[in-house]
């Protein structure tokens, strides 16, 4: 496995443990949820219910994939699985990636502004820095704008093992 899609796993791993248990649970994807949804305040209800129902699916195929000893908890070594087969959870990230995007895009324009965009990856848990890094990866129009379809495509790319050199790699490289 590449040492990019390692690190990649690692953080979202720290992130997703909003708890700070160092074990991933449903409660995580619940506060995770919710931290998310406060901050789309523009956004129809309808697209924060997919949110919330999207991190509810990603815990429960989190669980149903990953938890070995079937305890209720996915550790990091669990976690890691995902990157090894990540045809297992494609259609997971894909409905989570798409749920975001649409978050990040309430008048339906099929763009996201940079501070919507910093704000929800913000509630996440990212480093500003990181987050700005990230959305100029994705090489954003003269109105400081990303198409919703390019970050959703970055989402799913974050957890593929084969890819280097992604824009994702933004999030987890520490400046000097």
Known sequence: MRSEAVERIELIFRLFDANGSGQLDSGDF????RRVVAVAGGSAQADKERM???FQKYWETLE???DADRNGLVSLEEFSACTLSPERFDATVGEF???LGA???????GLIERPVFAELMSAIGF????IHALFDAF???DADQIRVATWVEGIKDYYQPEKAGIAGDQLVTTSA
């Open 30 to 33: 619940d506060l995770m949820a």
């Open 52 to 54: 919330i129902s999207a």
């Open 64 to 66: 149903a994939e990953l």
């Open 97 to 99: 990636a798409e749920a």
């Open 103 to 109: 978050l990040g895009d309430p008048d339906g324009d």
């Open 127 to 130: 480093r500003s820095e990181n």
């Open 139 to 141: 090489g954003p129009s």
